[in-house]
């Protein structure tokens, strides 16, 4: 962790690492294709039967994940459009099977219609003990539909919170828990009473959502920049000094 898998690598169709199961034995499974690619030149695709609904499955090699530390994946996904409506969900477990899928449910949709690709990103989740864990793409669209594309899977830690116990710089992964500097796939929040408050000293920072607690003084110095990719929230109480340059990609809330 974190994994990423964009399907490139493979020559179509094959599916290299990534398991794929015909769960419905109606011979169309899910494959490789440099067709509906959202990142040229692959994706994992898969078709209708006419006769069939849809049961089919595709799961990532074995990702080590930490015991209490909570997990995200992002991905994209489109579909041949409507009429059409095509159903996907995303389960996660400790084998390569359907029924070892025993996490439960992380996303889920019952009508996928865009032509364009969408962004996914599953609810939270975190194992009760370290070890190898699987996620499984499950598409289950009813007989005759159309097809499902799914590419650039982003498998990460889900949230850090600021601990400041090293030094004020952002860039200093022990000052983090988990030990790690943010990216633009975490949620971080930045808490009252710790050791040192926040100063960003480097170009290039990011992060998904970025809350500032009461009492907390965070510092941009000149040279430094960060991107919000989602919300920045800033408590009463907590003050921004912002130097550098900070862009807000979602909502400013005060």
């Not at 710089?169 to 040192?196: F, K, R």
Request: with cysteine; net charge negative; charged share 10%.
């Amino acid at each position: 962790i974190p994994y990423n898998e964009d399907f490139d690598n493979y020559a179509t169709p094959a599916t290299g690492c990534i398991k794929v199961t015909d769960t419905n034995a109606d011979g169309i499974k899910w494959l490789t294709s440099g067709s509906y690619a959202n990142s040229a030149p692959n994706s994992m695709y898969i078709t209708h039967s006419a006769s069939a609904a849809m049961n089919d499955w595709f799961f990532t090699p074995a990702l080590y994940l930490s015991a209490l530390k909570t997990y995200a994946v992002t991905f994209k996904y489109r579909s041949g459009g409507s009429p059409a409506s095509e159903k996907l969900e995303v389960k996660w477990g400790n084998t390569q099977t359907s029924t070892g899928m025993t996490g439960g449910q992380i996303w889920n949709c019952t009508s996928i219609q865009s032509t364009t690709y969408q962004q996914a990103t599953s609810t939270n989740f975190t194992p009760s003990t370290s070890g190898n864990y699987y996620l499984g793409w499950h598409g289950y669209s009813a007989a005759n539909m159309s097809w499902i594309s799914v590419d650039d899977i982003h498998v990460d830690i889900a949230a850090v919170s600021w601990n400041g116990n090293i030094s004020g710089d952002w860039s200093t992964p022990a000052n983090w828990t988990p030990n790690m500097v943010p990216t633009g796939y975490q949620i971080v929040t930045i808490p009252t009473g710790t050791l040192h408050d926040p100063v960003l000293n480097d170009s290039g920072l990011s992060c998904k959502q970025l809350t500032i607690k009461n009492g907390v003084t965070m510092n941009l110095s000149i040279g430094s920049d960060l991107t919000v990719n989602g919300d920045l929230t800033i408590e009463t109480g907590a003050t921004l000094n912002n130097a550098g340059i900070i862009t807000v990609l979602g909502n400013l809330i005060k």
